[in-house]
């Protein structure tokens, strides 16, 4: 996979601030691109959680799985969104 130019566009609402967030990470090492949008609607601080470690914890995932172990995306998915759920809740305790 050669790497790719994207775009994004994201429009504020009536709020005095963005809340919304986008990630990209590009791992060229792995053949891997990872592509976040992260709504606002949970707050500030979630949204920039996400934007911060999601990309990094399914890049992880991916990785320790590797070939060895078939598991799908969805599957795979839960199981991160329900890891950096339990991390939101640890590092919100902090703030």
């Known amino acids: 996979m050669k790497h790719k130019i994207f775009s994004y566009c994201a429009t504020q609402g009536y709020r005095p601030y963005m809340e919304d967030r986008m990630h990209y990470m590009y791992d060229p090492n792995n ?21 911060s470690n999601f990309a ?17 995306l969805e599957g795979m998915l839960d199981v991160t ?11 919100s305790l902090y703030d």
């Open 56 to 72: 990094k914890s399914i890049r992880e995932r991916l990785l320790r799985l590797g070939s060895k172990r078939k598991i799908s």
């Open 81 to 91: 969104v329900k890891e950096v759920r339990k991390n939101i809740k640890i590092f």
């Open 31 to 51: 053949n891997l691109s990872i592509f976040g949008i992260f709504d606002g609607h949970g707050g500030l601080y979630v949204s920039d959680f996400l934007e």
